[in-house]
Each structure stands twice: as structure tokens, then as C-alpha cells.
């Protein structure tokens, strides 16, 4: 009796390790599926952020580890919202862009928000890169991250001072979105 009782625990045991792997099986496709969409439709230079969508404030927690909160309606100006993430390709590929739009922007027309989508290796990257006199934020809200969907990157978000999307640049920027860009900023790029 002892090997057919050990015998019905394996087999429920192999039953129930098999439909878990089918489970992860499927659910590993699925996500795969979704990647592949999600690439194509950032290779496309489409956007997921829709112009003119209201957006919340930017909030979260800056190099210093303090809470910073970019709200509307108490700025005049306009806030671009700069995305990365330290372990993105892209992003690298674009600081060269960035750099040149932190140094030419007109800062009485733009407030500028770098924000990484995550805290690993943030800090780091923005020592690399030089990046200064802008607020950095290094752990954005989750409602943050979900709402400006900040697993798209590098993203270059401008909105209006109410809040209100008007372009969205996904990407590294080349031909014709770097003429957009800088069109829209009044900056030259490389």
C-alpha cells in the first residue's frame, strides 16, 4: 500500500507540475506576442500616449531622496519629460540628442524632467551622461510609470501647462522626427 499511495502522489504531482508548465508555456508566448507588437509599433515611431490625453503630475523621488511634484496650472511654461531607462540601448544612442536639447532649450519657455523607469543604476547613468541643472527623478510614482507608460524607452514627452500631451517622440530620434524635434523646440541637433 505505501508504494501505491507514493505512486497516486507522483502522478498528482507530475499532473499538477505539467499543467503549471503549460500554464508558463502559455503565458511566455503571450508575452512574447506582446513584445513583438510592442517593438513593431515603437519601431513604427507609433506612439502608445495619444496628443492632447491629460496627464497626471509627475511625481516621485529625486537623487537626494526627496519627493518632487511637477503639477499643472502653477507653471506657465511647457514640461518636457525626458524618459529612460540606464540599461536602454536607445537611451544611450540618444543622449547625444538630449544633451543637445538640455543645452540649447530655452528654459523661461520649457521646464525639463528627466525621469528613469527604474532606480538600478539610475544615479550612475546620470553621472555618466553629465546630466545637470534639471530635476532628475530617480523612483517615479507607480502611478507614474503606469500612466506615461515609462516601459517605452526612450520616450520624449512634451505637454502643454495644462498638462495635455502635444507631441510624443518614441526612440532614438532620426531623419525626419529630429526636424520635428527640433522644430517643436527651437534646437539644433546633431
Known sequence: MATLSTFEF??????VSVFLLLGLLALNAAL??????????????EAALVEGQSMPAIAGIDLEGREQIF??????R??????????????RANMPNWTAILQGIDKSAYRVVVVSSISDGAKEYI???KIKDVPVIVEPEPK???????H?????????????????????????????????????LP
Not at 507522483?10 to 499532473?15: A, D, E, H
Not at 512574447?32 to 515611431?45: A, D, E, P, T, Y
Not at 507614474?144 to 515609462?150: A, E, F, G, R, T
Not at 510624443?168 to 527640433?182: H, L, P, R, S, Y
Open 144 to 150: 507614474v510609470l503606469i500612466n506615461y507608460l515609462m
Open 78 to 91: 511647457k514640461t518636457l519629460l525626458m524618459n529612460f531607462s540606464p540599461r536602454c540601448g536607445y537611451c
Open 71 to 76: 503639477d499643472w496650472g502653477n507653471d506657465n
Open 152 to 188: 517605452i524607452t526612450p520616450q520624449t514627452i512634451l505637454l502643454n501647462p495644462d498638462g495635455k500631451i502635444e507631441k510624443v517622440w518614441v526612440g532614438k530620434f532620426v531623419n525626419e522626427q529630429k526636424t520635428n524635434i527640433e522644430k517643436a523646440l527651437n534646437v539644433s
Open 127 to 129: 553621472e555618466k551622461y
Open 10 to 15: 507522483s502522478r498528482t504531482t507530475v499532473l
Open 32 to 45: 512574447i506576442v506582446q513584445n513583438r507588437n510592442l517593438n513593431s509599433s515603437i519601431q513604427k515611431g
